[in-house]
């Protein structure tokens, strides 16, 4: 198991001082802090091998070109690809989904096929769905949640038919913390015996748990390099080599050929095919140096911290916050991972978010980008606290003091009454 309290001497960010008070990052779900590990490893390649890839015999070319691979190599051993080859570097998860949502759902979907996605999605993999079903005449059918916030392979065995030719379901809820990696290895079971593809969005669980994308038995696999102490602008796609190549390239341009003629074009092999143009090989490298840095941790150290702060969190608020506050998805912390989303009883999310950013502490409020989850719980809005390798329980601690101000001071906070110096105590 790691030390966090040392793990917290690579993040500076950690050390500064907001509203008079030390920063309490627990927005982690929405986006990580980097280590100097990574600044420096992009710093590095801008400072002694910038160029640009696959494109020069230089020596700086061949450089940035070898440092390039590399990053995706480190990243399909992160994830127990087969191949370099199946890992293709994108913008983000947004990005990795619509690429799928493109070139796979075009030439495969048609009209009166369905596509099986969770109420509990993401928009980024709900949207594209939608919109490929739009363009072609296909059906899209929902799978819910339990009360508890969970999937149930019982509810897709409902809807996973012939007719079926995508399955799009998260690896866990960015607002309900449930991990679903059991269901999902059924639900891809079920759907390949119908020739339908299963597309997981793995933006909250590949940087928090050990993922094998073979043992998950997906077909596709999206993740966010920013949410794992990667720099922003660098995401992954990975996907069964097999079912790559047969694909045409998302955008296409320079880097995606072998050869063009006025008439005709060579798509170039895997997976510069789906890589169009000039790449952020500084992303890459910074990618490379952040999955280094996790690896060094160990995922399974990773999840078992995570676990523990979540365990902690709803022991503290159990004894110090009862009944004003309402925690959303699994209470079983083996099921959930380090998102908890929760409102203060009779206060609006934003206004305790608001609050909380007086006492130094990022959280993020509102909606989380899955409003048919919201629409579905009956809420306008949750609070939500998410961890990382470097939270301790002094901030959950921290983080529970200031709920039990916030709720002591509900009525001046109702009415407005509340500024500042009120929760600062200056
Ligand atoms: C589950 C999930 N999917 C997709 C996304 C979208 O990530 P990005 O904006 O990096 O594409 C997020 C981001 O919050 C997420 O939590």
Redesign the pocket.
Known sequence: MFNPYEIRNDFPVLNRIVRGRKLIYLDN??TSQKPKQVVAAIARYYLWHNANVHRGLHTLSQEASQLYEEAHDAVAKFINARSWEEVIFTY????AINLVSFTWGLPNVNPGDEIVVTVM??H??MLPWRKLAKIKGAKIVYVDITNGGELTFDEFEKVINRRTKVVAV?L???VLGTITVDVVKKVSKLAHEYGAIVVA?G??YVPHAPTDVRDLGVDFLGF?G??MLGPMGI?VLWGRKEILEELEPFKSGGDTIKDVTLDDVVWHDLPWRFEAGTPNVAGAVGLKAAVEYLTRLGMDSVREHERELVKYTFKRFNEELGDEIEVYGPKDPEQRGGVIAFNVKGLNHHTVGMALDMFGIAVRTGM??AHPLHYRLGLKGTVRASYYIYNIKEEVDELVQALKTITMLKDKLQTGEVDERVCTGT
């Open positions: 779900a929405a983000n998860v947004t990005e999605e993401h980024s993999n998260t866990m809820s960015n969005d933006a909250q966010s920013h949410k995401g989380h980008c």
